[in-house]
């Protein structure tokens, strides 16, 4: 188990989203984005792609292209804008099947 890099201090009572992360059942918040329910869950967005250091997003503001992660099925999106959805099948790279 991943130690996440992201630890949840206020708005808890937020209702619970369920997802996968790396084909591991996941959970984050009504109103989370994506890269806040993978951060809470995980070390990382993603292994980079001109190297193999993880990333975790820099700007958090959709104009730095480092928060770019896929789902299972292979579409792209960017967890810094995109919000989390019930269901969703997210990849980190990390323990990915």
Do not use: I, K, Y
């Not at 009504?30 to 001109?50: H, K, Y």
């Not at 967890?79 to 990849?91: A, D, K, N, P, V």
């Amino acid at each position: 188990m991943t130690t996440p890099l992201l630890h949840r201090v206020a708005e808890t009572d937020r209702r619970p989203v369920r997802f996968t992360l790396d084909g591991q059942p996941a959970e984050g918040l009504e109103g989370d984005t994506v890269m806040t329910a993978m951060l809470t869950n995980g070390a990382r967005l993603r292994t980079a792609e001109f190297g193999h250091g993880p990333r975790a997003g820099f700007c958090v503001m959709g104009a730095c292209q480092d928060c770019w992660v896929r789902t299972e099925d292979g579409t792209r999106l960017r967890g810094c804008s995109t919000f989390l959805t019930e269901g969703m099948r997210l990849l980190s790279g990390e323990g990915a099947p």
